[in-house]
């Protein structure tokens, strides 16, 4: 595994969560964050990798590494010159001075909260994000992402407009946040404490809403290049790998090509 030396003046700040926080430096056209408390820089590059052996195109690319001697990962920036990331969060905070997160507590149904999010952006950026909270909320759901959360929904603003980011951000995702899924619980008490963002505590009742899944996956590509690729790796990876399995099969009917 590469490991990168990046010097103080590219640190960049801590970046906070819902669920942790983690350092971040970004020099010459690459982020790199290093782990909180857990394998996160692995569930980024896995996740990624899950993505290469689909249909989706628009994703960014993680590679595990170290970081000044501590696990994490890098990856490119996804804006070009003059480009800027507004998430969901900032759009709504821009235009009403409110929280998102407070304004769709106000709704009894997570399909309400979804509809009005999707009618809130359509307003004010000419964005229909249907089919990029599709694909987001059922990878979610895949990969077991506990924080996906209105700072990681995205748009990329540029002179001529707006424009969906790519999908990024799956640090959360397979129970790597130790402090919260710590190695010593059972899986099945993994599963009974995770709670799902940000329109439902159900990751299938909030994708589901958004009709049938738009990501389609090699199956065969994925034993190959996500297994084996774990399976490469010097500390032990078989829990892992067998989680990925458990959800593939889970979900085959929802994303097999």
């Known amino acids: 595994m590469k490991n990168y030396a990046i010097d103080n003046e590219f640190f960049v700040g801590s970046q906070y969560g819902s669920l942790g926080m983690t350092n971040k430096y970004y020099k010459n056209g690459f982020w790199y964050k290093q782990n909180y408390n857990g394998t996160e820089g692995r569930s980024e590059a896995v996740c990624s990798r899950i993505l290469s052996c689909s249909n989706v195109s628009e994703f960014v690319a993680y590679e595990e590494c170290l ?5 994490g990962c890098r990856s490119r920036s996804f804006t070009e010159e003059g480009e800027t990331v507004v998430t969901f969060h900032r759009l709504y905070k821009m235009v009403t001075g409110g929280e998102l ?3 769709i507590s106000a709704f009894d149904s997570p399909k309400e909260r979804i509809e009005f999010v999707l009618g809130f952006v359509k307003k004010y950026t000419g964005v229909d994000c249907r089919s990029y909270l599709n694909k987001m909320l059922y990878f979610d759901m895949l990969t077991l992402d506990v ?14 407009g707006f424009r969906e980011a790519p999908m990024f951000d799956f640090g959360a995702s397979f129970f790597s946040l130790k402090h919260v899924f ?12 995770m709670t799902p963002q ?26 190959a290049f996500v297994l084996d690729y774990l ?10 790998c ?7 099969e889970r979900y ?6």
């Open 182 to 193: 710590p190695d010593a619980m059972p899986l099945e008490e993994k599963f009974r404490k």
């Open 147 to 160: 924080d996906r959360h209105f700072h990681n929904l995205s748009l990329i603003q540029t002179a001529d």
């Open 242 to 248: 067998e989680l990925i399995v458990s959800q593939m």
């Open 101 to 103: 997160k407070n304004r």
């Open 252 to 257: 085959r009917a929802d994303f097999a090509m």
């Open 231 to 240: 399976r490469e790796q010097e500390d032990e990876s078989e829990g892992l």
């Open 198 to 223: 940000p329109f439902s505590r159900n990751f299938q009742e909030q994708a589901r809403l958004l009709g049938e899944c738009e990501i389609k996956i090699d199956y065969g590509k994925v034993q």
């Open 67 to 71: 970081i000044n001697d501590m696990p």
